[in-house]
């Protein structure tokens, strides 16, 4: 048990009652204003949210302490939502622990209120990096403690704007299938929130067994004793040649194409209150301009995670490495014919990256021909031509989606995208823990804004027929206009 007199930690029943403190002085959760809604008898949810991870429980915070009613849609199972327990394989988080992340302006919200009410101060400065898994339970208590109404196993199959005012999704969990109406529908989705993994083209030359993208749930417990491949230099190739080493891969070869691992993260350094709140209002070649040159540069693996790597003495780091073809051997072995030379392997990951790919989300397929995308918006400089930028939708100032073609799809402004595909029109702050917060408060107050205009006629009538009295009428006596002469 924990000792408290030792460690000074107060508990999380002691934070939490701090918690409920603060937000009753702040007199949250705001009441509730809209209007209720109907479509041929069946109620209309205010905002449908698909993603229950951090980003999704922003905006559902945020919504609820502006008195939106939502409700979170999620594929996975309750307190497995995201990558953290799942997909992701790094040991710690690569952002510094003082972050706030979706603590929305609560310091008893956040991670180190968290961490300190359980281990105390000494412990807190003694951490360097926050555990994933760790980071995972935060999130897990973040839930239960915000009371949020999040429906697990719930995966989404349609999502289709409607001309009347609602957004149609169409759901499948383990009570079969059924169909739910939202004024407003928000897209949580995640890092591969509009697509999935990238690929290269020489993946076609290899059967499935034989290869996976570093984020596919994979037992790699599979590769003891075997040669392991992975295509990358970036922070998950690192984690996935890490594991597969732990897990007593008898080799384990990076093949990055860069000579050298970028060092400096430009990101980081682009981080700022200006960038938060300034970018979506920068024109569009500053927004590309500023997002091209940080994908140019890439992002480098942490240096804790490298590190993991290099522990070991039968990890390569192939730099300068390119795969020109790949072909499978009479006796299974994979065969890579690179720029250095053939290279025998038994099995390989791509840790390739993400993508906007319409074609990989079935659920998205009555509204991906309509979006309007920043290829179509905008051409960028000669030498500044960047295909993940060119693919991202190009989003209104509430992070919604815009039509190709005015008209052809009444609705579909309805649907908000806050996961990382919005960066290219919003900047870092729908996905990534340092901007979070911000994210999810200019998603709920442009919500609120878009709510209140199309109700103004009924939020008029609510005006007209208040009537609260705020005096009785017997504060005063009324005086005559001759003031009463005065003695001399």
């Known amino acids: 048990m924990l000792n408290t007199e030792t460690t000074g930690a107060i508990g999380l029943a002691a934070l939490e009652a701090r918690l409920r403190q603060d937000i009753e002085w702040l007199a949250l959760p705001g009441k509730s204003w809209t209007p209720k809604v109907e479509r041929d008898g069946a109620p209309v949810i ?16 945020a919504l609820t302490h502006l008195g939106i009613p939502n409700v979170i849609y999620d594929q996975s ?90 957004v149609e999704l169409k759901l499948q969990s383990p009570q079969g299938e059924s169909a739910v109406l ?29 290869w996976a993208h570093s984020s596919d749930v994979y037992d790699y417990a599979q590769l003891k004793g075997k040669r392991v491949g992975v295509v990358g230099g970036g922070s998950s190739a690192m984690d996935s040649a890490a594991t597969a080493l732990e897990q007593g891969a008898a080799r384990v070869d990076l093949l990055i194409r860069r000579k050298e691992l970028p060092r400096i993260n430009k990101g980081k350094g682009s981080g700022s209150p200006g960038l938060v709140n300034g970018h979506q209002h920068l024109p569009d070649a500053w927004k590309w301009r500023i997002r ?11 240096s804790g995670s490298t590190r993991r790597v290099s522990r070991f003495s039968n990890a390569r780091f192939l730099l300068g490495t390119a795969i020109d073809s790949v072909a499978v051997k009479d006796d299974g072995a994979l065969l890579l014919q690179t720029n250095r030379g053939p290279l025998e392997l038994d099995f390989l990951f791509f ?24 290829g179509d918006r905008y051409t960028p400089p000669a030498g500044e031509e960047d295909a993940e930028l060119r693919d991202m939708p190009y989003l ?8 190709k073609t005015p008209g052809a799809l009444p609705g579909l402004e309805r649907v908000h995208c806050f996961c990382y595909p919005a960066t290219a029109s919003h900047g870092t702050v729908s996905g990534d823990i340092p901007a979070i917060s911000d994210g999810a408060y200019r998603l709920a107050q442009g919500i609120a804004s878009l709510m209140y205009g199309e109700d103004v006629e009924y939020h008029y009538r609510n005006i007209e027929a208040y009537e ?20 001399r």
């Open 351 to 374: 840790s390739t990256g993400f993508q906007v790919n319409w074609g990989a989300r079935p659920e998205f397929a009555a509204i991906a021909p309509h979006i309007l995308a920043w």
């Open 292 to 302: 091209h040159y940080v994908n140019l540069q890439q992002v480098p693996p942490p």
């Open 396 to 403: 209104g100032p509430v992070f919604e989606f815009q039509q």
């Open 46 to 61: 205010d905002v449908a949210i698909i993603g229950g991870g951090q980003a999704g429980m922003a905006a559902s915070v």
């Open 182 to 210: 939202a004024r407003r529908v928000v897209l949580a989705t995640g890092r591969d929130g509009l697509g999935g993994a990238y690929l290269p083209p020489l993946v076609e030359q290899l059967p499935r067994d034989r």
């Open 468 to 487: 609260e009295p705020e005096l009785a009428g017997d504060e005063w006596t009324p005086s005559p206009w001759e003031l009463p002469e005065q003695p």
């Open 77 to 166: 199972p309750k307190d497995f939502e995201g990558p953290w327990a799942t997909t992701a394989r790094m040991e710690t988080l690569r952002s510094p622990k003082t972050l706030t992340g979706p603590a929305l302006g609560f310091s008893t919200l956040t991670f180190r209120a968290w961490f300190e009410a359980q281990f105390g101060l000494a412990a807190w400065d003694a951490l360097d990096k926050i555990p994933r898994l760790q980071w995972m339970d935060y999130l897990r208590w973040f839930r239960r403690v915000m009371d949020l109404d999040v429906r697990n196993e719930h995966r989404v199959l349609a999502v289709l704007p409607r001309a009347d005012g609602v």
